[in-house]
């Protein structure tokens, strides 16, 4: 079936008019972008995972051919297909094929389990649900066993390597078939995973449209041409490695992905030699590894560019990359949201070193507030919101969430706190929402604390970021007990586990006390709370 418009707030056709006048929005689809890209570098090579190097007819190939074995399995236009791939070759082949189908890749972390994975199929109501074996030591398939058992409109489990009962990936590898009625430019093209700030996830619904002109302008941006040579050390369906420019910026620019199975010094240098790679991204604790493991006996110097963002880079940090690494630094701040800023290749050290970038597009509308919704004097700290051809207009499935996140006319409250400088560069000086960022992976403290709130000597709980040298954050737990037995916070910490969050969700440390401070308005004291694990922590320092 095809997506109804009650899913999610398009753009309103006013500014979808206005985007496609001004020539943002070109009518092309992903698959669209795909096709351009074997028609004129067709023979190079597209995609390289250890022995494998595919090219870009090949990639086309195979995934016309994988769109073909799904369309056989039932799967069909509209449809959305939980993905949940580690950095593999399939991930592209299979991108490209639902795109090609018209289907909705729904981008799920390695990371998840089964409380991600099943809201995700659930909230979905996904038909298929693709995954690997095996990563990092861990066997997915008792997760996909529960994923199947416990979601009924769930009708395939697809997986990759030894499947056992499920269906293997190597059966979509068939010829491919009749080309698929194309889908709509203006089509829903996935769903994107917001950080989010709530108790449960929320979905981002991007559009060909308007993914592809932050994909085209971040190319451009980055400079990428038929030689770049970008390694995927982040997690491929992370939104900064797959559009900022990350690996569709590279597809549509003709040059080369090179995926890293694990973002190790060891791997990423010796890949870097290896494929002479050019450009790379990494989250700042991750830049941080590769800066520490220097000096290396590998040759990194096809190495130009090296991008750093999904958290708040430190100048300090910011300003040891290009003496140590030799290589220029570019800061990224960036949103599946949309609003995606650079600082520019041509920008002065202090900036590089000093801001997040501006946006992409002099379309992209930013307003900082402070808290009474006044623009705020510039050089001053306030809530960005913004707007743009690029950013959502809404999440999927969260109308009551939207009221909140989003203003009347349009304008996503990222719950950034930014200030501008007098040439349009953001830096981000902290954050309003409920949010832990424990080095580039978001958690959302509610998430965290409804599943606290499920074990039975818990009463309450409040989740809080406190300040890590390395992560940039981690997360602590405060608890009130429910009766007399304290829960021990080993105790808490497996049984999170054992609901199916994620690990990295999994608070550092769990904190059990009599009573939380609250607000004159009556509201947990979180800032309070973070103030008081912060002091007590430096106080055993
Ligand atoms: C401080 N905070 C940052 C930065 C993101 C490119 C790059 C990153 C993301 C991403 C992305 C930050 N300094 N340089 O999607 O395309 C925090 C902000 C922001 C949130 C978004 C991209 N870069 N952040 O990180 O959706 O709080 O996207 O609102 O995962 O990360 O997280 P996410």
């Known amino acids: 079936g095809r997506q109804v418009m009650t899913d999610f707030p398009g753009f309103p056709e006013e500014f979808a008019e206005r985007y496609r006048a001004a020539g943002y929005w070109t009518g092309q689809t992903l698959g669209d972008m795909l096709s351009a890209s074997v028609a004129a570098y067709g023979g190079r090579i597209a995609v390289v995972d250890g022995d494998r190097r595919w090219t870009y007819s090949e990639l086309d190939f195979r995934s016309r051919g994988v769109a073909e074995g ?3 399995l039932g799967i069909e236009r509209g449809d959305r297909v939980v993905l949940q791939l580690p950095n593999i070759a399939e991930f592209y082949e299979t991108v490209f094929a639902l795109f090609r189908l018209g289907a909705i890749p729904v981008f799920a972390l390695p990371a998840h389990r089964y409380s991600e994975i099943g809201y995700f199929c ?11 074996r095996e990563h990092e030591g861990y066997d997915y398939t008792e997760l996909a066993e529960q994923v199947s058992a416990t979601v009924p409109a769930l009708r395939t489990v697809i997986m990759v390597g030894e499947a056992g009962g499920f269906v293997p990936f190597d ?23 917001s950080g989010g700030s709530t108790g449960t996830p ?51 620019a003709g040059g080369t992905v090179v995926l890293a199975k694990d973002p190790t010094p060891g791997t990423v240098f010796e890949l870097i030699e290896r494929e002479r790679v050019t450009i790379t991204a990494a989250v700042p604790p991750l830049a941080l590894a590769w800066l520490a493991a220097l000096p290396t006996s590998r040759d990194l110097s096809s190495l130009r560019v090296l991008q750093v963002g999904g958290a708040k ?10 003496p140590e690494l030799g290589v220029r630094l570019q800061q990224v701040f960036g949103m599946a949201e949309g609003l995606v800023n650079y600082t520019r290749y041509d920008d002065p050290d202090d900036i590089v070193t000093g801001t997040q970038g501006r946006p992409i597009s002099e379309a992209d509308e930013i307003r900082i507030l402070d808290d009474s919704g006044q623009e705020v004097p510039e050089g001053r700290p306030g809530h960005l919101l913004t707007r743009g051809p690029y ?3 809404g999440y999927y ?31 981000v000086e902290g954050r309003a929402k409920e949010q832990i960022n424990r080095g580039g992976e978001k958690i959302a403290a509610e998430e965290v604390e409804n599943h606290l709130l499920a074990h039975e000597s818990v009463h309450d709980a409040a989740v809080v970021p406190i300040p890590d040298e ?49 607000t004159p308005v009556g509201k947990v004291g979180r800032s309070a709370l973070r103030r008081a694990i912060s002091q007590a922590l430096q106080r055993k320092d």
């Open 171 to 193: 059966d979509l590898r068939v010829p491919p078939g009749e080309e698929p009625p194309a889908p709509e430019p203006s089509d829903l093209a996935f769903l994107q995973l």
């Open 202 to 252: 929320k979905l981002i619904p991007r559009t060909h449209d308007d993914y592809l002109y932050s994909v085209r302008e971040s190319a451009r941006i980055c400079e990428l041409t038929p030689e770049s040579v970008y390694l995927v050390a982040l997690p491929c369906a992370h939104n900064f490695p797959m559009s900022s420019p990350g690996s569709l910026g590279v597809f549509y």
């Open 70 to 72: 799904l369309r056989r």
């Open 313 to 322: 880079f430190g100048v300090e940090s910011a300003r040891r990359v290009r």
């Open 122 to 132: 659930r909230h979905t109501e996904a038909t298929a649900y693709i995954v690997a």
């Open 397 to 427: 499935r969260a109308p009551e969430h939207n009221e909140e996140a989003f203003t009347a006319d349009g304008f996503y409250r990222t719950g950034d706190i930014v200030s501008r400088t007098a040439d349009g560069y953001l830096v």
């Open 470 to 518: 390395y992560l940039g954050e981690r997360t602590c737990a405060f608890v009130i007990p429910a009766g007399d037995t304290k829960p021990r916070p080993i105790e808490l910490k497996r049984f999170l586990t054992a609901r199916g969050l994620a690990a990295y969700k999994v608070p550092d440390l769990v904190r059990v006390v009599d009573e939380f401070p609250h």
């Open 391 to 393: 950013t959502i207009r």
